[in-house]
């Protein structure tokens, strides 16, 4: 069982959070973790066992049903599963989207935009539209969106799920550099307990339905994290502790 | 670390994209469609037709010589007057398919912020769509005063159901996720709309349009059969003219005229939706 970590200082808390859908389906049970600045959290967990849900409650996409999530609602950033980029638009009007519809001036937001183009590394792809770029760049382009408001905490949801693995790995180097470089909370939601192990500060295991935290690892790489760490003993020994928790969480 | 330091590493492979080249091929099909179209004509006019019925459809060359090369000859023969009563009945089309759009796409707007409204007015725009509106000629004179208004309607009611259906389907056509990230940003439903549901319905918007300017022809011309008054009359007027007094050619010039109006139509809004959308949109063809 997890202890509440919800201090003060956690930029989203959960406590005690529960969710049960309009049909009768007990999603999530009594999940309490909080994660503090400098933090990246991964949950990982069966599917459909909640953990998507976790994020839709932080995001306030549904309401919990139990228990109270707490959160600076005006400073999230979202990654979902596919990029959901708007076809019609360019690489830079995508990126300038979510400053748009926050109605900031068009020089301030070109120019957020194209500073976080450059930080994911699209330089000289704003021009392009989203049927031209491969699965990786349009996630590029995705989080550049993202990071145009500077969120304070980060939620992804299987972001990386769809793409191979070399492209996935790249973009977890990115994606940690970012981490680092712009220092959000993040919260992160995988099937892969290497990427989550890579990634994260902590992992958090789920039961399957109705979710529940059953174990709780904490990571104790530092970063910069390099590709080499994915095949150092200790880092195989935690994938080892998580995978056979995860095992637990299936039955 | 400086945040104009850039955290690239090497960028993953952009797609390139064939540009469809337009070959001699291609052209080839039209060209042969045409010649088996010009051959079929023959032979129904010289061979199949028994001789006593052959005025019914001249050769392609009389239609030519007789129809196409007479400007003008008596009050109503020649290509001039063709060419006149074409541009009326031109003017009715296309104001008529420019009421059907303002008022066509305005409607499925209503209709896809509202469950309820879209399902009280569905069955009854299929209803008109299925109705014999020339059956109303009667009706529609009687209400309607003005046979360029009386015009107008039957090209609207015509003209109506393919924006309607193409814009609705298009309007809910924006993926949930793209929604929900709308609704992240507290966006409101105007924004929504315009930013998200109007981009994402363009391409259906303009399948719809394409539709609804050939639909918008064939409401003008079968309008004029109906609804006609002195001076210049629509195409379809000259159509029936010449059809009761068996005047071949005149009737085969205009008809073919009248189709080619259609088809430069359709053609138009292809090239514009192709203006509009083709830099983002693809339509593919599985090879």
Not at chain 2, 95 to 114: D, Q, Y
């Amino acid at each position: 069982m997890s202890e509440a970590t919800s201090s003060s200082s956690a930029l989203l808390s959960f406590s005690n959070v529960s969710m049960t859908f309009d049909d009768g389906t007990k999603a999530l049970d009594n999940v309490s973790f909080g994660i503090n600045a400098g933090e990246f959290v991964t949950v990982v967990g069966p599917s459909g066992c909640g953990k998507s849900t976790l994020l839709r409650i932080a995001s306030n996409l549904e309401a919990n049903t139990g228990g109270t999530c707490s959160i600076d609602r005006n400073s999230i950033g979202y990654v979902f599963q596919d990029a959901t980029l708007m076809p019609w638009r360019t690489v830079e009007r995508n990126v300038e989207l979510i400053a748009e519809l926050h109605k900031l001036p068009k020089a301030d937001r070109q120019q957020l935009a194209a500073e976080a183009i450059e930080l994911v590394g699209l330089s000289g792809f704003e021009d392009k539209y989203p049927r031209q770029l491969s699965g990786g760049m349009r996630m590029r382009a995705s989080l550049a969106r993202s990071l145009v408001m500077k969120p304070k905490v980060f939620l992804f949801d299987e972001p990386f799920g769809a793409l191979d693995e070399i492209t996935r790995e790249r973009l977890n180097d990115e994606l940690l550099r970012l981490f680092q470089h712009e220092g959000f909370a993040g919260l992160f939601i995988t099937h892969s307990i290497t990427e989550a192990v890579y990634m994260s500060t902590k992992v958090l295991v789920m039961s399957a339905r109705p979710g529940k935290i059953i174990a709780e690892f904490d990571v104790p790489f530092a970063y910069p994290r390099n590709h080499d760490l994915r095949y150092e003993a200790e880092f195989g020994e935690l994938c080892g502790k998580i995978s056979h928790a995860l095992r637990g969480a299936h039955e | 670390m400086s945040s104009s330091n850039s955290l690239t590493s090497p960028i993953d492979e952009v797609i390139h994209e064939k540009r469809d080249r337009v070959s001699f091929a291609d052209y080839l099909g039209p060209i042969l469609v045409f010649l088996a179209f010009i051959g079929a004509w023959y032979l129904l006019s010289s061979v199949v037709l028994p001789e006593q019925k052959r005025f019914l459809l001249p050769t392609p060359h009389k239609v030519v010589t007789d129809g196409f090369f007479v400007w003008h000859s008596g009050e109503r023969r020649g290509l001039q007057p063709i060419l006149l009563s074409l541009w009326d009945s031109a003017k009715i089309a296309l104001l008529g398919l420019g009421i059907t759009i303002v008022i066509g796409m305005s409607l499925a707007i209503l209709m896809s912020s509202s469950r309820w409204l879209e399902r009280a007015t569905w069955p009854y725009l299929v209803a008109v769509q299925s109705a014999p509106v020339l059956a109303l000629t009667p009706l529609i004179r009687a209400l309607i005063d003005g046979t360029q208004t009386q015009r107008l309607l039957v090209v609207v009611l015509i003209a109506m159901f393919p924006i309607v259906s193409n814009t609705l389907f298009g309007l809910l056509s924006a993926d949930k996720s793209q929604h929900e990230l709308f609704t992240l940003q507290g966006a409101s439903k105007w924004t929504r709309l315009v930013k998200l549901q109007f981009p994402a319905a363009l391409p259906n918007i303009f399948v719809g349009l394409r539709i609804s300017a050939g639909l918008a022809v064939i409401g003008a011309v079968v309008g004029d059969f109906y609804f006609r008054q002195g001076g210049v009359v629509g195409i379809g007027a000259q159509i029936d003219v010449y059809r009761n007094r068996l005047w071949g050619p005149e009737l085969i010039t205009a008809i073919i005229l009248a189709s080619t109006l259609g088809l430069v139509v359709f053609l138009f809004f292809g090239w514009v939706s192709r203006r509009a959308i083709g830099k983002w949109h693809i339509t593919t063809r599985g090879h």
